[in-house]
């Protein structure tokens, strides 16, 4: 096989190098793969001398270190020799280490010492007034609470004491913890006083006589009356049974008010009420005409635009609202549309309004029509005349606003003496 020269392959592959550079080149070369022989061989001995060193000490085993207690158990793989001709792989599972009695009422009496230590710093358990928070673990011991009254103080810790069960002086119970370790235990009690400021006096009197109603209901199961008690310590008792007149009396009251509310829409949608609406809203209506209708023959418009444009606005701008002066307006711009004459169209539009201002309007629309500049006059007076018109609608509107108010004010003052009298009168027998 012929050598390879290194160094001829240099010349050729760089032929613009000097001999020089091709020389340094060339001995960096060598020494990389000098390096890269001596690391190789290194990682060869490492490996075969790891390989072996770890053979004869797994074949030197003689102890397996045991975790200690609540580290778990551990399982480990292990190549026995000598047991057969061949290594045997077997598994073997190690447990925890188990306590002795000595250690674990030490770490028990450390558990108490913390648990004890931690409430009695925290909360004043002579005078409780407010919630424990109750641990369930200390380190490796498991802790259950039980409480002597869970009426006053919960399992969790919850103060649930109900005000009439507590006493000005306080009341006392008992919060018991139950450590566990392994299949060690050991109990701890705090006696606990719940804070007599959480007492109410009226509250205890309602709790101490229902108890004791209960009580005397329970001794006379075998009687088929049973009687309540007139008096009570010092205090004179009458009683009411919960009967169905209340609820009545409340479904009664909705009545009214929903038959109330039925009878003013029958009275709006009457036809006298309707038309006697509908002539008030064009009154109201017909200031607001003249000044639109005026402002646009100011402008220049012939009355046959300008009576189309207010009908155009009105679609598209006020149809949500229907008025009745604009719907006529509509009626009477698609006669004019079919080709009817303008003067005839006018009037039969104040004919069906049958109203005296609108009948007024339409002569001076008349005059606008056949003498410009008369019609012009008409109209500034009318103008004037609907300014005067605005303003005492305005103070119409204004005394049927306050007139108005009277009426809901009064049934609902009449509501509120109904809901507080009658069931007063009923609770005291009336």
């Not at 026995?80 to 045997?88: A, F, K, Q, R, S």
């Not at 007599?196 to 009197?205: C, H, I, K, V, Y």
């Not at 009420?273 to 607001?288: G, H, I, S, V, W």
Request: hydrophobic content about 40%; aromatic content about 10%; glycine content about 6%.
């Amino acid at each position: 096989m012929e050598k390879r020269n290194i160094k001829h392959e240099f010349e050729l592959l760089y032929p613009n190098m000097s001999a020089e550079t091709v020389e340094k080149e060339y001995r960096k070369l060598n020494r990389i793969t000098v390096l890269i022989g001596i690391g190789g061989v290194a990682v060869i001995l490492l490996l075969y001398g790891g390989t072996n060193y770890l053979q004869s000490k797994g074949g030197t085993i003689r102890e397996l270190v045991r975790n200690e207690y609540g580290g778990g158990s551990e399982a480990y793989q292990l190549t026995v020799y000598g047991l057969t001709e061949d290594p045997v792989d077997i598994e073997l599972e190690l447990n925890q280490q188990t306590l002795s009695e000595e250690e674990a009422a030490d770490i028990l009496k450390q558990a108490e010492e913390s648990l004890r230590s931690s409430l009695e710093n925290t909360y004043s358990l002579d005078w409780l007034d407010c919630s424990l928070d109750l641990p369930e673990k200390i380190g490796m011991v498991e802790v259950s609470w039980q409480s002597s009254d869970e009426t006053l103080l919960a399992a969790d810790g919850s103060l649930v004491a109900d005000p009439g069960a507590v006493l000005k002086e306080g009341i006392s119970c008992d919060l018991t913890a139950f450590m566990s370790l392994g299949a060690y235990e050991q109990t701890c009690i705090f006696p606990i006083t719940i804070s007599g400021d959480l007492a109410d006096e009226t509250q205890r009197r309602i709790y101490q006589y229902t108890a004791s109603l209960n009580e005397m209901a329970a001794e006379s199961e075998g009687d088929a009356v049973f009687s309540l008690p007139e008096e009570y310590e010092t205090y004179q008792l009458s009683y009411r049974r919960e009967n169905e007149w209340e609820n009545l009396l409340s479904v009664g009251i909705i009545l009214i008010v929903i038959g109330a509310v039925l009878l003013i829409v029958k009275l709006r949608n009457r036809p006298e009420t309707m038309l006697a609406r509908r002539e008030e809203e064009l009154k109201r209506d017909y200031p607001k005409l003249v000044m639109q209708m005026s402002s646009l023959l100011m402008a220049g418009y012939p009355v046959r635009q300008a009576w189309e444009e207010i009908c155009v606005r009105y679609r598209t701008e006020q149809r949500k609202k229907k008025c009745y002066v604009y719907e006529e307006m509509l009626l009477a711009d698609s006669m004019l549309q079919l080709g009817k004459p303008q003067l005839p169209v006018y009037r039969n539009f104040a004919n069906r309004i049958g109203l005296y201002d609108y009948q007024r309007f339409v002569e001076i629309l008349d005059n606008f029509i056949c003498h410009g500049h008369y019609g012009k006059e008409l109209l500034e007076e009318e103008i004037l005349r609907t300014g005067q018109m605005r303003y005492q609608y305005a103070l119409q509107e204004a005394k049927k606003t306050e007139t108005g108010m009277l009426i809901p004010m009064f049934g609902m003052f009449i509501m509120v003496l109904v809901i507080l009298f009658v069931p007063a009168f009923m609770g005291m027998g009336m």
